[in-house]
């Protein structure tokens, strides 16, 4: 089977590529398991590191530009995952960018769809963001999303195009609600959620970090693995796990900032927590303070995702796997 | 002070023109009142009976064309009542149409006001056709929509917009979820609920009319004269009563088939009521069974949105303007 991985490029695609590599199969839509025959990454760049893999592609290109992804997509697509976005703070400060991008770019993937043989499965990686202002203490599978973001509003058009676009028959599309991505590896990015993961990744690697937010700042985590575990797993439920609800809250882990760090003292030691600066931000401040921390996910628990047990642990594979230790 | 209004030449654009003439001044998004100098109707056609005003002109053209609307809207606009729709039947039958129409249409007028003067007032006519699949028995302000429909979905989508588009200040917008309208003169039309207004304007005209749904089929009822004193009362209310909800259910009754019917029967009598043939229609009924009928709508009471008192009162009404009666 065939496969489109969009955002194919960035640390979360590179993951899902490597994990589906090593993985070989997937499900179809008609229930039938198959062998992964071509994995097709869409990104504006290369990436920094190719995986060397005969069934891996590459295609650069701008997926808000028109025809371009009805030009990607090989009529005989079986999946695509839509990892492709303008990140948050992006997004905030050039509105234009973030529309063309993120509800342009996914309707684009979308209509690519409808002309495919078969119809093909569409797993979106749509976020917390969707939710803002005044929520309930724990947000639940009936809370209404109410995004305080131009991101959390794209994701959530997103979410409703991959729902119409599924009750119509054009895709068989299921969207889950990724929480803040921790550890990432590589660079600070334009997101708004950066830092979360820069006050562990900086301090491991002997590097200053800067925290914007306060200590007591709680968040909703989960770590790349589990991401990656949980995209597949959307992918692999049949479409009647879904219903007409597309769309789903993954489970996570509600941490503070100062619970995080002391996570990071766990791993790195009293020096890595000495290497924070605390720097009050108050553009990221007012982004990240309209997310929700807490969430009861009943319904990604019973349909069998994955939250990780322990962020000690989380902090601890990051530094294994990233930074020699 | 200058106002447009999309679908101008649609039954409630006219009754809009006519009320927002006959009242002569609105607020402006600076609490401030000012006369009203230039109403321009913006439609796909020139209404059968034009209004004849001075202060009113005619546009006509295609919304969902890329520009047209930037073309349309005077520099010095300052406000939008945004009732151009693809209707419900119509855009469930041709799916590009409603999203170009419903969708670009409703993006491409939001980022015309973008380029004003002064911020514009946006009333945007949304729907309960929002919601839709398993509904509480109540539909509350703390109900998520789940759309069933591409119409529903859109609509949806435009509230989003609206809703984030005044958040960054580009547009000072207020989406209210109409409910179904009825009694609307003139001819049936493509939306699902067209029989609701058939059933009652048909036998008052001496004709036949058919229901497509059950007898028991509740629905959600507003008369045309309530939904333009709400449309007038979301443009009059000052930003803070709206905060960052820009969007919410409007007020009405519940009435099942039957009981609407026998408010024809106090009106028109017996002979009126026989005039109605049942033949049921299955695409008609599964897109109505998805509405929700029973709504708490606690905040626009408070707000100060109204209902009609009594459906046979609407009924008569309708009588007497429309049917000579």
């Given at each position: 089977m065939k496969i489109v991985v969009t955002g194919g490029t960035g640390f979360l695609g590179q993951l899902l590529i490597r994990a589906l590599l090593e993985r070989g199969r997937l499900s179809r839509a008609d229930g039938t398991e198959a062998g992964i025959e071509q994995i097709v990454s869409v990104d504006q760049a290369q990436p920094g590191?190719?995986?060397?893999?005969?069934?891996v592609g590459y295609v650069v290109g701008d997926i808000g530009a028109p025809h371009f992804l009805s030009h990607v997509l090989?009529?005989?697509?079986?999946?695509v995952f839509h990892l492709a976005a303008v990140v948050s703070g992006a997004a905030e400060a050039d509105f234009d960018l973030g529309m063309r991008v993120n509800l342009d770019g996914t309707r684009a993937l979308l209509d690519a769809c409808r002309v495919q043989k078969r119809t093909p499965r569409v797993v979106f990686a749509s976020s917390v963001a969707v939710f803002g202002g005044p929520l309930p203490a724990v947000v639940t599978d009936e809370t209404t999303p109410t995004p305080q973001s131009s991101y959390g509003a794209q994701k959530l058009v997103g979410e409703l195009l991959v729902g119409d676009y599924s009750r119509k028959g054009f895709v068989d599309g299921r969207a889950v609600r990724l929480p803040?991505?921790?550890?990432?590896?590589?660079k600070p990015n334009a997101?708004?959620?950066s830092f979360a993961s820069g006050i562990i990744r900086e301090p491991l690697a002997g590097e200053t970090a800067i925290c914007?937010?306060?200590?007591?700042t709680a968040m909703w985590l989960l770590s790349p693995d589990a991401a990656i575990r949980n995209l597949i797993h959307a992918h692999e439920l049949p479409a009647d796990a879904w219903g007409s609800r597309r769309a789903l809250n993954l489970p996570g882990l509600t941490l503070t900032v100062r619970e995080m760090i002391e996570a990071l003292r766990a791993v790195g030691g009293d020096a890595a927590v000495e290497r924070i600066q605390w720097q009050p931000d108050e553009r990221i401040r007012a982004i990240v303070r309209t997310w929700p921390a807490r969430f009861d996910t009943r319904r990604a628990d019973a349909l069998g995702f994955v939250r990780d047990a322990d962020f000690v642990e989380v902090v601890r594979a990051y530094a294994r796997t990233y930074a020699g230790g």
């Open positions: 590191r190719l995986i060397v893999d005969d069934r090989a009529a005989d697509t079986d999946s803040t991505i921790v550890v990432r590896p590589g997101a708004a959620s914007p937010v306060e200590p007591d």
